[in-house]
């Protein structure tokens, strides 16, 4: 089986041929207690929980760099594994454009578990997820909105290239992502123990536009919108001084990332912008695509 799979800040997606489906990118290591249902993975001697169910250990630990990645990949690539009914023989991923350096090691990675591993750049998942709306434009620009970070690539046409585009530019910038929104959200909130709420537990708040507090569902809409338009106004200044006025200028305009949730074409002067389905997965889905087409060549 082929799986493209996106490992990100916030969370991991995996898109197989017949289903995607995410987890949070948390692991802890498995404390047992006298009687307990959960799935647990072994690696190197250890018992670990991966994904929702490892905030219930003491020790969680979110990945938060590219040491993390490489140390907690074999973790998620066990879970993923144990999560399919099919073992994966072809496994596709994206590394940020500034940590390419690393693309060997991750494929060596993914082929310790016996599939085959190739990694493209972050960015070029959303490209292949899209190409089939975008493939007659002269220029393109990706934008990847995050948890923590905002990704662009910007491609223009160029026949000699196998796949259509040049990669003219791209850049990761970090904190940068929807977190921004949801810190502006949580600045913006008059109640201190709502404040003083976990990241996590905000997040989830600012997913959902309302949560239970204290037994008592509030609404906090209103307060998501006023934090995503500042966060969108945030975005505009900062691909401003990356590609100028490129983002005015630049024929097709993709917008996705679980970002794309919140932020409008709109919202960044560009309502003609394309936004996939789910864009969450939209990474996930274009590396699984990829891997179709190498699988096919073999
Ligand atoms: N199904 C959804 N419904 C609503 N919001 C969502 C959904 N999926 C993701 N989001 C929002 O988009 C944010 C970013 O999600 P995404 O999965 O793209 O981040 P990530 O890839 O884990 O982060 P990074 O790219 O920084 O590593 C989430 O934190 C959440 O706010
Ligand atoms: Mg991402």
Avoid at 187 to 208: A, M, Q, W
Avoid at 250 to 274: W, Y
Wanted: with cysteine.
């Amino acid at each position: 089986m082929i799986i493209g799979l996106d490992v990100g800040f916030g969370r991991t997606k995996v898109c197989t041929e017949e289903k995607c489906f995410s987890f949070p990118s948390w692991v802890a290591r498995h404390t047992p207690s006298a009687d307990e249902e959960v799935e647990t993975v072994s690696l190197f001697g250890e018992e670990y929980v991966v994904g929702e169910d490892a905030k219930y250990e003491s020790s969680l630990i979110e990945i938060s760099d590219i040491k993390d990645y490489l140390k907690y990949l074999p973790l998620f690539l066990k879970y993923v594994s144990q999560n399919l009914s099919e073992t994966p023989e072809i496994i596709i991923t994206g590394l940020p454009p500034k940590y390419r350096n690393y693309a060997e090691k991750v494929e060596k990675i993914i082929e310790d578990t016996e599939a085959a591993g190739k990694v493209i750049p972050q960015g070029m998942g959303i490209f292949f997820d899209v190409k089939g709306q975008v493939s007659q434009s002269e220029d393109i620009l990706i934008i990847d909105i995050g948890y923590n970070t905002l990704d662009y690539i910007m491609l223009v046409k160029d026949e000699r290239k196998q796949i259509g585009f040049r990669k003219r530019k791209s850049n990761t910038i970090d904190n940068f992502g929807i977190n921004r929104a949801v810190l502006e959200f949580r600045n913006n909130l008059e109640d201190s123990y709502i404040k003083n709420l976990s990241l996590t537990r905000l997040n989830e708040i600012f997913i959902n536009g309302k949560g239970r507090i204290l037994n008592e569902t509030v609404d906090f809409s209103k307060q998501r919108e006023r934090a995503v338009n500042a966060y969108a106004e945030m975005v505009i200044g900062r691909l401003k001084t990356e590609v100028g006025d490129f983002i005015a200028n630049v024929e097709t305009i993709v917008i996705a990332g679980g970002g794309a949730r919140f932020i409008k074409g709109e919202m960044i002067g560009r309502p003609d912008a394309f936004i996939p389905e789910k864009p969450e997965f939209s990474q996930a889905r274009g590396y699984f695509v990829f891997g179709k087409t190498l699988g096919e060549e073999k």
